[in-house]
């Protein structure tokens, strides 16, 4: 689960980069450097210790992103959901369980999505 936490962490972080860029080269710019700090051991320590929702803001403020936690993270759930990536929504590895099917989500309609960065 800890892998599904970073991965959501760094996808609302990336949301977050592209959103509020105003051009493809500040796109570029902000999601590179998004990318490189949070492999930066102090933030992969930090990001690991806190809640998702914690980490983000945190993460906002330190690097002068607009807080708004609760649409980085939705944005990020699209992201994992579109790629494949949901967690079991009961912490359990319950992903080939008929009894226990992924809730769907819904995707806001006329929201970017943020860059496939690979």
């Not at 998702?52 to 945190?58: G, S, T």
């Not at 806001?108 to 690979?118: L, N, Q």
């Amino acid at each position: 689960q800890a892998d599904w936490h970073d991965l959501r962490v760094k996808l609302a972080m990336l949301a977050a980069a592209y959103e509020v860029s105003e051009d493809d080269e500040e796109v570029d710019r902000r999601v590179a450097e998004v990318c490189e700090r949070v492999e930066r051991p102090e933030v992969v320590e930090f990001i690991e210790a806190s809640r998702p929702e914690v980490a983000v803001a945190a993460l906002c403020r330190r690097w002068n992103f607009p807080v708004e936690v609760e649409r980085w993270l939705e944005m990020a759930d699209e992201a994992m959901e579109h790629y494949g990536f949901i967690p079991p929504e009961d912490g359990e590895d319950d992903e080939d369980d008929p009894e226990h099917p992924p809730e769907p989500r819904s995707a806001g309609a006329g929201r970017r999505k943020p860059p496939d960065t690979g």
